[in-house]
């Protein structure tokens, strides 16, 4: 697992000169990278949402796309639209903007629901439907799609469906006073992502994806993760809990993360990290419970708390019997 350590300190590394102080959310984005899931970044303007997937792309010197999304959006805006050509007698795919490699859907919530189904196929499908053709889409392939929060006029929420289709959801924050001083520094010239090399390619990206795969899970981890998600189905304060897509979700991400930290199997430290980044965002908080004012991620955390966590060797798995 030391490949892909090191490519995660790189990408983390490149990162960092551009989103001053955020190694947590940073190192998400990049567990979502390796497992070739998508991300939903929740959070007030101004923070570095874009800035963050614009610095991905040039990291990884992959294409980026940026999809603004307005109530008057339509689907073909986002998939492409097929358009006849008359000196050829024939009709011609003009690609949409979906059709990339890092995708930035910006203000997803803004987009109708209509719209928003757009997204679907192209997120679990890797591929796009445009009058009866199907075109393939390039990999690696991931949407970081950002909401604001506050703003909830003129927006409509994401439906269930496209929720369990990001495999994180992540919150950048307001830096600390030091960081945001050294934001002032770094951008008084001009801005760091100026300056910004790729450290990685594509190709890397798609090989450290299939590494990870490889990180052993032992039976007792697996049996944690799977209570984990099933709890989030039998709590009171939970009116929707996590769909199975969750528990692979969560699975998938505990490898990344333990090969970001050079190991090649899962501890149950790696699954509590991500836990919360992985749940909270598919679960249904009960009316009740909003009454009692309480959050997603904090019911999420209670669960992982009063959850046992596995004991015994979940380092290998065990050595089979040698036949006589």
């Known amino acids: 697992m030391a490949d892909i350590q090191s490519f995660g300190e790189r990408l983390i590394g490149n990162l960092e000169k551009v989103i001053v102080g955020k190694r947590d959310a940073i190192e998400l984005i990049v567990i979502g990278l390796l497992c070739q899931g998508h991300v939903l970044i929740e959070d007030v303007p101004g923070v570095g949402k874009t800035m963050l997937a614009r610095s991905l792309a040039r990291s990884l010197d992959c294409t980026f796309n940026r999809i603004q999304f307005t109530p008057d959006m339509l689907p073909s805006d986002v998939t492409g639209i097929s358009i006849y050509n008359q000196q050829k007698g024939k009709f011609e795919f003009r690609a949409g903007p979906i059709i990339g490699q890092i995708i930035l859907a910006d203000e997803i919530n803004r987009a109708t629901p209509k719209t928003q189904a757009a997204l679907l196929e192209a997120m679990e499908e890797r591929q796009v439907t445009v009058d009866g053709t199907t075109h393939i889409l390039p990999r690696p392939f991931m949407v970081l799609a950002t909401q604001n929060p506050i703003e909830y006029e003129g927006t409509f929420p994401l439906p269930e469906a496209q929720l369990d289709r990001f495999l994180l959801r992540v919150r950048l924050g307001y830096p600390d006073f030091i960081d945001e001083i050294k934001i002032l520094d770094d951008q008084r010239l001009k801005h760091p992502i100026e300056a910004l090399k790729s450290v990685a390619k594509a190709r890397d990206v798609l090989q450290a994806a299939e590494d990870i795969k490889t990180v052993f899970v032992s039976p007792a981890v697996k049996r944690y993760v799977t209570d984990l998600t099933r709890r989030t189905r039998q709590s009171g304060d939970i009116y929707l809990g996590a769909s199975p897509r969750g ?73 089979e019997k040698k036949s006589k």
């Open 247 to 319: 528990t692979l979700a969560l699975s998938r991400a505990s490898q990344a993360r333990a090969a970001l930290q050079g190991r090649d199997h899962v501890l149950p430290d790696d699954v509590k990290d991500v836990a919360v980044s992985v749940l909270a965002h598919r679960i249904i908080v009960s009316p009740a419970a909003r009454v009692r004012e309480l959050s997603a991620d904090r019911i999420v955390q209670e669960i992982v708390q009063t959850t046992p966590v596995p004991g015994g060797d979940v380092r290998q798995a065990p050595a």
